[in-house]
């Protein structure tokens, strides 16, 4: 089992910068693919970023690319969510998820709870 911990979110303004992190225990997460994913308020649970294994791979929702960032430490079991230039449509709750292989996330194994990020007009 993995367990994973999403923390940083927050009230933040339009224009501003958060970043999130998501912190696991119970297994190393070091052999499998880590992502982000959202959902706002009656929306439907979108995807975000995502990261392979190594960190080698990267991917984006059209809609944050350039904005956002996804990294990872696997030595500290950590996985990262740089957010830069926050617009109001980012606000959602954010969850970090794992799959277990050397791909980009598309089934998660595992989830967190959530952080809720609200970007202020």
């Known amino acids: 089992q993995v367990q994973l911990v999403e923390s940083g979110g927050g009230l933040v303004q339009a224009g501003g910068s958060l970043r999130l992190s998501c912190a696991a225990s119970g297994r190393t997460i070091s052999m499998y693919g880590m992502g982000w994913f959202r959902q706002a308020p009656g929306k439907e649970r979108e995807f975000v970023a995502a990261?392979?294994?190594?960190?080698?791979?990267?991917s984006y929702a059209d809609s944050v690319k350039g904005r956002f960032t996804i990294s990872r430490d696997n030595a500290k079991n950590t996985v990262y969510l740089q957010m830069n230039s926050l617009k109001p449509e980012d606000t959602a709750v954010y969850y970090c998820a794992a799959e277990r292989g050397v791909g980009v996330v598309s089934h998660p194994d595992y989830w967190g709870q959530g952080t809720q990020v609200t970007v202020s007009s």
């Open positions: 990261i392979t294994w190594n960190g080698r791979s990267t």
